[in-house]
Structure formats: C-alpha cells, structure tokens
C-alpha cells in the first residue's frame, strides 16, 4: 500500500466513524463501538446497512422499541417519557 492510500484509509476511518458513531447514537447505541468498527474501510458499508435495519433502543432500559413506541416515545416495559407528554394537556 501505497502512501496516499494509507492516508486515504486513515481519513475515511475518521470520516466514516464519526457519521457511522453519530447514527448508532441516535439509535441509543455505543458510538465509540460502532464508529470504530464501521469506519474501518471495508467494513463500512456493511455495518452501515445492519445498523440501518437494526431497531432503537430505549435509552432507559435497553431494550429494543418498536416502530410504534418510538414514535409514541413510550417504552412500554419502563414507560420512558410517557408521563411529561401526557401532562401537558
Ligand atoms: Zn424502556
């Protein structure tokens, strides 16, 4: 491997992890694990693609949110965030 490749794989490491360790942390997911694993080049596109089809979890108690509960922001094993939202009306 040549120079400017060793380069290039080490940029898009960075590039690639962050935006790969901002995704798995929006899902509530660990962005350090994610990004290191996702930004290592060959890697990239496949991890990206599990993580998309991979479901939220809830920040509280871990345990993976429907589509509906997501959208509800109601968990229901913890009942995370369901409470401030109803009392406002
Ligand atoms: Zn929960």
Not at 63 to 85: I, T, W, Y
Request: glycine content about 8%; charged content about 15%.
């Amino acid at each position: 491997m040549n120079m400017f490749g060793i380069i290039f794989n080490l940029f898009w490491w960075i590039i690639a992890g962050i935006l790969i360790g901002m995704f798995a942390g929006r899902k509530n997911r660990n962005s350090y694990v994610w990004g290191f694993i996702g930004g290592f080049p060959p890697a990239t596109i496949i991890v990206l693609l599990i993580l998309a089809f991979m479901p939220y979890l809830c920040p509280k108690c871990h345990r993976p949110l429907k589509d509906q509960e997501r959208k509800d922001k109601n968990c229901s094993v913890c009942g995370l965030l369901s409470n401030s939202e109803n009392q406002t009306s």
